[in-house]
């Protein structure tokens, strides 16, 4: 095993107390109380009651980050309201009212890509957002929606798994360049209402379901731009919840039911290895949120979150630094 100082080129210091601001990774021997301590962080956060929207629904799409996000559409609404972390304000509504779409980007240049309409079929249209107007793209290579969606730009968009119709589940993943969806590797899992984050390149989806009879997945993928690879699963079998994520190595994911029934509140933190639960959950059950969060594991939001019609929002804060006691034995 390798000595500290052979790792960090330092001695762990001897100290009378712990330091004002210690930075993160930084370890010391405190001599008052003798115990070794450390700089951490730990991935739990705080849930609490946002903005509330103008217009309640379910199944919207939303992108952007916390400060300023995005919320689309919904079941059989065409409405869009900008998100300034603490207030909505309606916009210019979608052409095509549609739901469970496969949302990307700002709030200032964003998409929606297909998605579902009203009495159910499936949308093939994609609209893009300038942060007040929508105007139409191209759609996806073939009509689905309900999958795990990516992009932290208009341009870099991705969508993958996802339903065609009730009954059928697909894996297939396609790339959005602002203008044309493209195919790229498939997800590593067939499954519809998979909740996803991240960039084009480092993006993660998790859970879902295939069926009927209705069945859930504990099934965990990253993507790197090309190709998915499987990593750890779930703790708990989930789909319809909402993932937050800055990238495939920090993400979060909430809600959803973790069998038929009953909806789940709980949390679920990935450090880009392992999932892990969360100590905090979400102030009730939230299902119909698929695509509905916004943010990343640091500071996010779910909209419209409800198992119906539903205009509250609750806001996410976590990874927090904090001093940790290691074991000296």
């Known amino acids: 095993m390798a000595d500290y100082i052979n790792i960090n080129g330092n001695n762990i210091p ?78 210019g509504s979608m052409g095509t009212a549609q739901y469970r779409g496969f949302g990307g980007g700002t709030q200032t240049a964003g998409f929606v890509g297909n998605g579902r309409t009203t009495p159910g079929a499936a949308k093939n249209q994609t609209e893009e957002y300038d942060g007040a107007v929508w105007s139409t793209s191209n759609p996806l290579s073939s ?12 341009t870099t968009g991705l969508a993958a798994g996802g339903s065609s119709s009730p009954s059928t589940q697909l894996n297939a993943t396609e790339e959005y360049d602002g203008t044309s969806w493209t195919s790229s590797g498939n997800l590593t899992y067939t499954a519809g209402a998979v909740p996803g984050n991240g960039p084009q390149t480092a993006a993660i989806g998790a859970g879902g379901y295939t069926g009927p009879p209705t069945t859930m997945t504990t099934n965990s993928a990253e993507y790197n731009g090309s190709t998915w690879t499987a990593t750890n699963s779930l703790n708990t079998a989930r789909g319809q919840g909402a993932m937050l994520g800055d990238s495939s190595t920090a993400a979060l994911l909430g809600g959803g039911p973790p069998s038929v029934s009953p909806i789940s509140n709980s949390i679920e933190n990935f450090d880009g290895t392992c999932w892990s639960a969360n100590p905090n959950s979400l102030p009730t059950g939230l299902i119909n949120i698929n695509n509905a969060g916004v943010g990343s594991q640091a500071a996010g939001y779910f909209s419209g979150a409800a198992s119906g019609p539903n205009a509250t929002t609750f806001e996410y804060t976590g990874v927090q630094a904090t001093t940790v006691t290691f074991s000296s034995s």
């Open 14 to 91: 001897i100290r009378a107390s712990d330091p004002t601001n210690p930075i993160e990774g930084e370890v010391w021997y405190n001599l008052t109380t003798n115990a070794l301590k450390g700089r951490g962080v730990i991935l739990q956060g705080t849930v609490a009651t946002g903005g509330t929207m103008n217009t309640g629904r379910d199944n919207l799409s939303a992108f952007g980050v916390l400060t300023a996000g995005v919320a689309a559409g919904g079941y059989g609404s065409t409405a869009t309201e900008n998100y300034d972390g603490s207030t909505w304000t309606t916009s």
């Open 143 to 154: 009509p689905r929606y309900f999958g795990a969606q990516g992009g932290k730009t208009q």
